[in-house]
Structures are given as C-alpha cells and as structure tokens.
C-alpha cells in the first residue's frame, strides 16, 4: 500500500469517525546494535555511568536488528490498540521507504494513519541505539518537520509525548486548542525538550493533565523551576522524597501524577476504601513495586512507555488507580523480554491472565 504524500495539512475524511486515544509524538525507527566489547564506567563528577569503548578501531558487534514505528507516543498508541482502545497518531515521516515502513506497521497494528504527515524532502527519523547488557544508549537525530494540528474533535484521551526542540510553537497551538476542549482528558507523558521548555512555557498543558507521567529524576528537574531551593534535601541535592515530589507536581496542574523509579516501581495518589483500612475517600500515597520478571530482562527500551499508556488505558475502560498500577507494571515487565519497545505489548486477556498467576506479596504498599 503507498501512502499520498502531503506537506502541511491533514486530509479530512468526512465519514470517518476519530478515535478515542490520540497520541502525539515523533515517529522514529530504531536500529540496535548489541555491543560486544564495552564497558561501563562511573562518572564521579556527574554520577552518570558512562558507556566506554575503544576509540578510533574497529568493533565487533553481536548483531543488529531494525524496529520500526516507534517513540514515546506510537508506543503509546500500539499498546492502547492491542488492550482494545481505537488509536490514532499525530506524527510525521518522510517521504522514503522507511516512512512507508512505519505507516505500514501501524496499521497492522490497528492504529490510524490518517494523521500521519509524510513530507517530500524530508527523511523519516532514524536512531541507532547501542546496546550493551539490558541497558542502552541511544542515539538521536529529529528531522525539523512542520507541525500542525488536525481536527482531532471527538477524541476522549489525547496522550503527548515526546516531540522536537522547536516543537513550542506547536505546544502553544495546542494549548489553545485545549483551551476551547475541556473535555479531552489530556495524559502527559514529557520527553526532553518538553522538560526543557519548563513548566511555564507549557502551562496550560500540565494544567489539562488528567494523568501525568515521568520517573523520579524527571521530577527532580520539573520542579526546580517552580519549587526552587525547595527541592534541595539536607544534603544540598534534589530531594528523592515521594510525597514532596507528587506534591509539586499537582501544585503545577496535573490531577493525578504518576511517578516511576526503574525496578523500585512506581508511585501515586490512592483513594482509600475500607479494604486498605483507609477511611473512604481519604487520600495516600501508593507504591507498587514491578512485577516480577518471568526471567531476566533483555532490554529496556519502552518499558516506561508501556508502563504509562498501559496505565491510562486501563482508566479509560474504568477501572482503579490500583488495577491500573497493575495492568501498568505487568506490561512493563513484559516489554524487557523483547527487543524493542512494541514486541512485549500484552493483550487485555494476557494481562488478567498474569495478575491471576501473580504473587501472594505483589500488592499495593501505603507509604503514607
């Protein structure tokens, strides 16, 4: 199937009804290289860890493979779909073979096209990510493509995700549009530049946040824009207090944030019932630490993709912050066991299926 080619616009099909999860994001192919010989080391400055290799010879690689049509958002779109959501995105490609590619893959996957821009003299956005034990690095290139808002009118979830440097304009667009929608329940999921630009620039859309999702470092560097020195723990650096954090996170708009933190899980707002031993309806903090692995991750990439679009879908069919925790890990988890970030994405019944099977001591901790 070949693709119509256009270069600002959107077409309109007037019969066509949108669907109810539109992600926005960028659309990318990722080439894995699995490195043989590397190895880490700790930057004592930074406390990064640094991903060393030998310079200026030739490497052996185990091998490489290609994934096509992914990124925060397309992620987000393939997982809602395959849990039974109708999924759309808004997201740009090139007019090239690899563009035609990843247009290909989405609809096999049951995600719309239909806002999907392909632009003559542009190319499609292709990354290299290096991949050593679980973890990878990852190297990026965005194409600079003009970005423009289609009519999206009777989407009930729209979930942003990451997008380029020069993609504020955009933002500003859409956040007039948000302005005269309420009703679309926005899920923000922040990549760089959107963390970047700071939460004044982007105000509007953390305020629309119905759910908002990052991990703990991310929350660190939010915040320092509205809570200052007051983010600083005893010992000079940004505080890894959970209730501090999802505090100046609500303060700045979202209704409900989520916080992740690798393999310690993930943290949230919970409405108490009598089944925790809470009074009804008074709020505390929740903490669900990852499902356990059925066997050693390969790679990571996507897992926190999967871990938030899984999430929001799961409060879209209606049901609770702690089902949806639940249903959010279990995808995660599933998602190291592929290469890639798409492969691993679960079914609704493959889900129910490992929350049967899960651990007597795999529940919901209150830590406040």
């Known amino acids: 199937m070949i693709y119509s080619i256009h270069m600002f616009t959107f077409k309109k099909k007037a019969a066509a009804k949108n669907p109810e999860f539109i992600a ?3 659309l990318v192919i990722d080439a894995f290289i699995k490195l043989k010989n590397a190895h880490e080391v700790p930057n004592a400055e930074s406390g990064a860890t640094e991903l060393c290799m030998v310079f200026g010879t030739k490497l052996p690689f185990e091998f490489a493979e290609e994934v096509v049509a992914v990124g925060n958002s397309a992620n987000a ?17 090139g007019d090239d073979e690899n563009g035609q590619k990843c247009l290909r893959k989405l609809e096999s996957d049951k995600v719309s096209t239909k806002f999907v821009g392909v632009h003559k003299g542009l190319i499609t956005n292709y990354h290299y990510v290096l991949w050593y034990g679980s973890e990878r690095t990852i190297l990026i290139k965005h ?15 729209l979930y942003l995700s990451s997008l380029g440097e020069k993609s504020l304009p955009f933002h500003k667009t859409l956040m007039e549009y948000l302005n005269k929608h309420p009703e679309i329940k926005v899920v923000f999921q922040p990549g760089t530049y959107q963390i970047k630009f700071g939460t004044t620039a982007l105000a509007d859309i953390y305020k629309h946040s119905e759910l908002f999702f990052c991990n703990l470092e991310e929350a660190q560097t ?3 824009e509205s809570m200052g020195e007051k ?5 000079g650096k940004p505080t890894r207090d959970i209730k501090t954090l999802l505090d100046g996170l609500r ?3 979202p209704k409900l944030p989520i916080i992740t933190d690798g393999p310690h899980g993930a943290y949230t707002y919970i409405n108490g019932h009598a089944d925790d031993n809470t009074a009804e309806g008074a709020e505390y903090i929740g903490h669900l630490a990852i499902y356990p692995d059925i066997a050693p991750p390969i790679e990571r990439t996507g897992a926190g993709d999967a871990f938030a679009s899984t999430f929001t879908t799961a409060i879209a069919l209606g049901l609770s912050v702690e089902e ?3 249903w959010g890990s279990i995808n995660s988890m599933n998602v190291c066991q592929q290469i890639g970030a798409q492969k691993g994405l679960l079914s609704r019944a493959e889900i129910l299926e490992y929350i049967k099977k899960a651990p007597s001591d795999w529940k919901l901790e209150k830590i406040n």
């Open 24 to 26: 926005i994001g960028d």
């Open 77 to 93: 779109a393939v997982s809602a779909s395959r849990l039974g959501l109708s999924t759309g995105l808004i997201a740009h490609v």
């Open 143 to 157: 194409e600079d493509f003009p970005l423009s808002l289609p009519d999206i009118d009777g989407a009930k979830w």
């Open 222 to 224: 939010i915040l320092k």
């Open 231 to 235: 983010i600083l723990g005893a010992d």
């Open 251 to 253: 303060a700045i708009g």
């Open 324 to 326: 949806a925790l639940k």
